[in-house]
């Protein structure tokens, strides 16, 4: 027989969009409960890297991350079994390759300092639009509101599946001799829609993945080290699989007292499959929401916050998902042309999905 637990809010799933949520919310003083599956954090696979303003928005140090700089980026096309490498160079410090595990650490033990009531290593086992759940040794859990951030392998897809997913697989390696430092990597190749990476790390170590749409990532994460020569001595330390969803925010973000957040809501940069800050900025706005509906009682106000958030971030997931299905349709040629006039400005803009002239200023 199961105990009835009640709850403000319910958080399933402790990835960057769970923790900041539990963060941010643990400020408006409610009762909340939030429950990861997996005993330790951040198993998910990712290439960690995160823009500079992130830290800011989250008050955290780089240190406090083992955060490694990114001055420059280095792309490379592989076309026509020739190499183009391709160098842009950034003003300053661009953004951190991050340890994620320490991020989310630091977030759920403010939250829990702050009275949110984390538990690891307890899955979700079933959960409802009525506001209820049931978790593997908790028992059974009534709230006003469930805050789906379990990704799209969760328990919530029965009511938010994702439409269209790319493939990953990354692989954490020792032994790589970089040919520049302060630098992040990426590998496009010629026909494949997708690209590969390399993210080095403060320990010395690199996440060396590949991501792409309807193809197997595998092949062409060892064809990697084939093309760029300085790659082909590494180690693999752990490898691991994902997928992203790359269809823009989802229209039905809310169903009944469920809201999707993070991978769930589709929050993810379609060009880039970056996830980590536009999950934690929605977060920001859903738990302000969120916080401030449930103290007023007033409903509405939560979906105040989600067009907030449209307005001032949705945008850029919405154009971020016009720059993907550009490049899906761009031949190869056209392609190299443009690769070879890009900037550091016209690169930070289109992985910002700022404005739809980025692609125009090619022309």
Do not use: H
């Not at 990712?46 to 823009?51: D, K, M, N, Y």
């Not at 792409?212 to 752990?238: C, E, G, H």
């Not at 039905?252 to 993810?268: Q, Y």
């Amino acid at each position: 027989m199961f105990t009835l637990l009640i709850f403000d809010v319910v958080v399933v799933g402790l990835g960057p969009a769970g923790a900041a949520f539990s963060y941010f919310i643990s400020n408006y003083g409610l009762k909340v409960l939030s429950l990861e599956k997996n005993n330790k954090l951040a198993l998910k696979p990712c290439g960690e890297l995160i823009p500079r303003e992130l830290l800011l928005i989250l008050n955290i140090r780089p240190n406090d991350v083992d955060a490694y700089p990114i001055k420059r980026a280095v792309i490379y096309f592989y076309y026509k079994g020739k190499l183009v490498e391709k160098v842009l160079e950034f003003a300053s410090i661009e953004g951190f390759s991050i340890n994620k595990r320490l991020l989310l650490e630091i977030l759920t033990d403010n939250a829990s300092a702050q009275d949110i009531k984390i538990i690891l290593g307890k899955p979700v086992l079933d959960l409802n639009k009525n506001g209820s759940i049931i978790a593997k040794d908790v028992g059974k859990v009534r709230a006003n509101l469930i805050i789906c951030c379990d990704g799209i392998n969760g328990i919530s897809i029965k009511y938010f599946k994702p439409q269209r997913l790319a493939a990953t697989l990354q692989r954490k390696v020792k032994n790589v001799r970089l040919p520049y430092d302060e630098a992040a990597y990426a590998l496009i190749l010629e026909g494949v829609k997708g690209y590969g990476w390399i993210i080095p790390k403060s320990d010395g170590t690199c996440n060396v993945g590949f991501g792409a749409l309807n193809v197997n990532p595998r092949p062409f994460i060892d064809k990697m080290s084939k093309v760029l020569t300085w790659l082909n001595s590494y180690k693999v330390i752990q490898e691991a699989a994902a997928s992203i969803p790359l269809s823009g925010l989802r229209d039905n973000i809310i169903e009944g007292k469920l809201i999707a957040l993070g991978d769930v809501a589709g929050s993810v940069f379609p060009i880039s499959g970056e996830g980590i800050r536009p999950s934690i900025v929605m977060a920001k706005y859903l738990a302000q929401a969120v916080g401030k509906a449930i103290i007023r009682d007033d409903p509405s106000i939560i979906y105040e916050g989600l067009v907030k958030f449209t307005k001032e971030w949705g945008y850029r997931i919405k154009r971020s998902l016009l720059y993907l299905k550009i490049y899906e349709r761009m031949p190869s040629q056209l392609f190299k042309q443009l690769f070879l006039r890009v900037t550091p400005n016209i690169l930070r803009r289109i992985l910002d999905g700022e404005f739809t002239g980025a692609i125009l200023k090619f022309g």
